[in-house]
Nanobody, 126 residues
């Protein structure tokens, strides 16, 4: 059974940076298409970005394009979300998710992801 564990969240000032990690255990993370989602306070969970199983395709929601970058380290079986130029509206609990797949497709819908981490809190102060 695959397990995902996020880390790296915290409190940062506007304009600062954080790098979130998603450690995958139980199976190589490059067996999966991976996604990052977030849930702002009092709101629904929303799509942030995703990477295809082959690592060749990424997709980001408009509000984070140019600021957030997804990458991975096969040796560490870990996915990352580098977040730069953070804004107060980026405050949320961030989740990573995995969808079994063997393609160059990226997935934006929560319902397609079978495995989820517990989330990590990111707070951006103004």
């Amino acid at each position: 059974q695959v397990q995902l564990a996020e880390s790296g969240g915290g409190l940062v000032q506007t304009g600062g940076s954080l790098r979130l990690s998603c450690a995958v255990s139980g199976r190589p993370f490059n067996d999966y298409a991976m996604g990052w989602f977030r849930q702002p306070p009092g709101k629904e969970r929303e799509f942030v970005g995703a990477v295809s199983q082959d690592g060749g395709s990424t997709l980001y929601t408009d509000s984070v394009k140019g600021r957030f970058t997804i990458s991975g380290d096969n040796a560490k079986n870990t996915l990352y979300l580098q977040m730069n130029s953070l804004k107060p509206e980026d405050t949320a609990v961030y989740f990573c998710a995995a969808h079994i797949g063997y393609s160059d497709s990226v997935y934006t819908k929560e319902s397609l992801y079978e495995h989820w981490g517990q989330g990590t809190q990111v707070t951006v102060s103004s």
